[in-house]
């Protein structure tokens, strides 16, 4: 069977529409971007020593990264470290 293109989206939504209402397996998506998919992350509310934060925000600057990310770095090593005992 010949291969279609697919059509050209403004949005994303409206490629969200258009995957929910069609069959894909004729479609090549070869020519189609990378897209890099993140987990959403959930807020929450976490109160901190303010010496504490400070030490953090000063290693994150270190780092050059946002020192949230930092500490999800760290909350994520330290459970995997202890899913592993």
Same mark, same amino acid.
């Given at each position: 069977?010949?291969?279609?293109?697919?059509?050209? =989206?403004?949005?994303?939504?409206? =490629?969200? /529409?258009?995957?929910?209402?069609?069959?894909? $397996?004729?479609? $090549? =998506?070869?020519?189609?971007?990378?897209?890099?998919?993140?987990?959403?992350?959930?807020?929450?509310?976490?109160?901190?020593?303010?010496?504490?934060?400070?030490?953090?925000?000063?290693?994150?600057?270190?780092?050059?990264?946002?020192?949230?990310?930092?500490?999800?770095?760290?909350?994520? /090593?330290?459970?995997?470290?202890?899913?592993?005992?």
């Amino acid at each position: 069977m010949p291969v279609k293109e697919l059509p050209d =989206f403004k949005t994303p939504e409206e =490629f969200d /529409e258009w995957v929910e209402t069609h069959d894909t $397996s004729r479609y $090549s =998506f070869e020519d189609a971007p990378e897209v890099k998919i993140r987990p959403k992350k959930k807020p929450i509310t976490l109160k901190v020593y303010p010496d504490l934060l400070q030490r953090v925000k000063a290693i994150a600057a270190r780092r050059k990264m946002p020192y949230q990310s930092l500490i999800n770095q760290w909350l994520a /090593e330290k459970a995997t470290e202890e899913k592993g005992k």
